[in-house]
């Protein structure tokens, strides 16, 4: 017995470690708070210490899927946390490029641009903008503080980002490819709000199946098995 038990407490310490070894980095810039900080690193800790448990006291067996639990849970988190952070961040570049191309059209230079959007426009977006007009306001070129943006903010910045650096860097003209990049960024939200849509069906699929098919076999079924029952009697 003491085998077993040695075997399935090895296991799951070797699943959830290389779990927490193999987990993905965050990219965003700002530090977390020290309670979400704490809370991070003692999850490993506890999952371990769960899974330790349940494999002495229940089973072995047990206790690996417990740590399976334990390594697939954090990992599934923050991949919806990085589908929703990208999903917002979709969903406000439209106004963001609007709004630059609206600054540059009245007669606004690259940095007032950024600055002033910055500062009105809400979200990570605008507060992208803002780090990085601030960081050019302290003495560091605009475009080489732009270029962090798709690390700290998101990847669907960086053809904002890219439009901005040349026109920093090289002088190019910043209002028409705003302006299509205005296009492109509605056409791929829409695109992502048409994905949603279609997914909706799948989504459904289980909350109808479980809600209306006992309802169905109640309905439809139970009273022609309980009439042919009745029937075959003596």
Not at 45 to 64: D, F, K, N
Not at 183 to 202: C, K
Not at 211 to 219: G, H, Q, R, V
């Amino acid at each position: 017995m003491a085998l077993p038990i040695a075997l399935g407490l090895l296991w799951t310490a070797v699943v959830v470690l290389w779990g927490w070894q193999a987990r993905p980095r965050r990219v965003r810039s700002p530090s977390p708070s020290p309670t979400q900080a704490r809370s991070s690193n003692r999850a490993p800790a506890v999952g371990l210490a769960l899974a330790a448990v349940t494999a002495l006291a229940v089973h072995p067996a047990l206790g690996v899927g417990v740590g399976l639990v334990v390594w697939i849970a954090p990992h599934r988190r923050k991949a919806q946390q990085l589908q929703r952070k990208q999903a917002e961040i979709i969903e406000e570049l439209p106004e963001a490029i609007d709004l630059l191309r609206l600054a540059v059209s009245s007669g606004l230079n690259i940095h007032l641009a950024v600055a002033e959007v910055g500062e009105r426009l809400p979200g990570q977006v605008g507060a992208g903008l803002r780090g990085a007009a601030g960081q050019a306001h302290s003495g560091m070129r605009l475009a080489d503080a732009l270029e962090a943006l798709p690390e700290t903010v998101g990847e669907p910045v960086r053809p904002l980002v890219r439009v901005l650096i040349d026109g920093d860097r090289y002088g190019t003209e910043l209002e028409p490819a705003l302006e299509q990049l205005a296009a492109d960024s509605r056409l791929l939200r829409r695109r992502r709000a048409e994905e949603q849509a279609r997914r909706i069906p799948v989504r459904l699929l289980l909350p109808l199946v479980t809600c209306i098919l006992p309802a169905f076999i109640l309905l439809t079924l139970a009273p022609v098995i309980a009439e042919t029952l009745t029937s075959l009697r003596p």
